[in-house]
């Protein structure tokens, strides 16, 4: 009797730790749907098209296995092109997520990542927030920053201001610059984007260099203060399309992945 008393105490235990292993197991099933999904594989622009449009602008291309814009790639049959030159990817729209990106400008560029757009708009800006990516180095000296800084209210107006650098959630919060190592035009740089409710990371050559909570009583401030008043509707989404800017500058992005959270 004790011998099987024993026996169906050991059965016990045994089942417990396989109802654990079960649901162990369940949850790693769970957080395998947190693996990396590839937006951008070097061979196909598969899901990529315009904003507010059904096709890529003219001037991408895939040149290299790298998703590319060029100014000499648009052909003089689409000189008249009128829609927007801004791509998304727009396959899935996403939340929570962790974004990842290499990209390199050249001497003077300037563009940016956006997430959470919506289309029907006059483009991503009046909705998206952005990581900024420029030529922190150059471009004020290339372009004329005056007017358009002093209708903003930015001292030292024919200077890049720190919300317009890159890294930088633009106009709303400064990249640190303490932090933040940049490589120069022409090489290349990563970014990634670790959005939540909760908080948002900006994160520029594996180093953190910007955090900030969204939708928070200190954004809402910050987006009240002059350059969103006109766009109401400016990062009201909490959920959207993932997209690059075109800023006339000849750009280049590979390695693009999402996974979300």
């Not at 024993?6 to 730790?17: A, P, T």
């Not at 471009?139 to 890159?166: R, W």
């Not at 959630?169 to 959005?195: C, H, Q, R, T």
Request: hydrophobic share 35%; proline share 5%; glycine share 8%.
């Amino acid at each position: 009797m004790y011998l099987n008393k024993k026996n169906s105490s050991l059965n016990k235990i045994l089942m417990i730790l396989g109802i654990v292993f079960i649901l162990g197991a369940c949850k790693n099933k769970t957080t395998s749907s947190s693996d990396w999904q590839i937006l951008f594989d070097g061979t196909s622009t598969e899901g990529w098209r315009a904003y507010n449009g059904d096709s890529m602008p003219p001037g991408w291309k895939i040149i290299d296995g790298v998703l590319t814009f060029k100014t000499e790639q648009i052909l003089e049959s689409d000189y008249d092109y009128k829609g927007s030159r801004d791509i998304i990817y727009g396959a899935e729209e996403y939340d929570n997520f962790e974004l990842y990106v290499e990209w390199k400008i050249p001497v003077g560029g300037n563009s940016g990542i956006f997430y959470h757009i919506k289309e029907g708009y006059g483009g991503p800006p009046e909705v998206s927030p952005e990581y900024q990516l420029i030529d922190d180095e150059n471009y004020a000296s290339i372009h004329d920053l005056v007017e358009y800084n002093t209708s903003v209210g930015f001292e030292n107006p024919a200077e890049l201001h720190p919300l317009q650098q890159t890294a930088s959630d633009y106009a709303m919060y400064a990249a640190d610059p303490e932090v933040k190592s940049l490589n120069p035009a022409g090489e290349w740089n990563s970014s990634k984007i670790v959005f939540t409710e909760a908080q948002v990371e900006y994160w520029l050559n594996g180093k953190k260099v910007l955090s900030f909570v969204p939708w928070s009583e200190e954004w809402y401030e910050k987006k009240n203060s002059g350059k969103w008043d006109a766009t109401p509707d400016y990062g009201k989404f909490k959920t959207g399309y993932i997209g690059f800017q075109d800023h006339g500058s000849n750009l280049w992005f590979r390695n693009i992945k999402i996974r979300k959270l």
